[in-house]
Nanobody, 124 residues
Framework: QVQLVESGGGLVQAGGSLRLSCAASGRTFSSYVMGWFRQAPGKEREFVGGINYSGSSTYYTDSVKGRFTISRDNAKNTVYLQMNSLKPEDTAVYYC?????????????????WGQGTQVTVSS
């Protein structure tokens, strides 16, 4: 069992940056593949990016490649989402998620645990 708590969301102008954090409870954080998802009003939850157990491998959806970076600190039980060059279309509630099975997956149903989400709003 792991509990996830996101933080760092807020309102930012287009072109700005935000860093989201996701703190996990428990002593086995390094045993989980972590993912970031987002959901805009009226839209389905979509994959943003993911990171493997050690942090040596990441994968991003095309729309955020080159702008967003995922990292993790297993000693601090925390995963991060650094978001640069933000666009209004990045506006959404952002969720972190954990899965115990190997491999970064883009389908939300593959993840076992979810945070409550943090709102990111990008103004034009």
């Amino acid at each position: 069992q792991v509990q996830l708590v996101e933080s760092g969301g807020g309102l930012v102008q287009a072109g700005g940056s935000l860093r989201l954090s996701c703190a996990a409870s428990g002593r086995t954080f390094s045993s989980y593949v972590m993912g970031w998802f987002r959901q805009a009003p009226g839209k389905e939850r979509e994959f943003v990016g993911g990171i493997n157990y050690s942090g040596s491998s990441t994968y991003y959806t095309d729309s955020v490649k080159g702008r967003f970076t995922i990292s993790r600190d297993n000693a601090k039980n925390t995963v991060y989402l650094q978001m640069n060059s933000l666009k209004p279309e990045d506006t959404a509630v952002y969720y972190c998620a954990a899965k115990s099975s190997p491999g970064i997956r883009v389908v939300p149903g593959n993840y076992d645990y979810w945070g409550q989400g943090t709102q990111v709003t990008v103004s034009s």
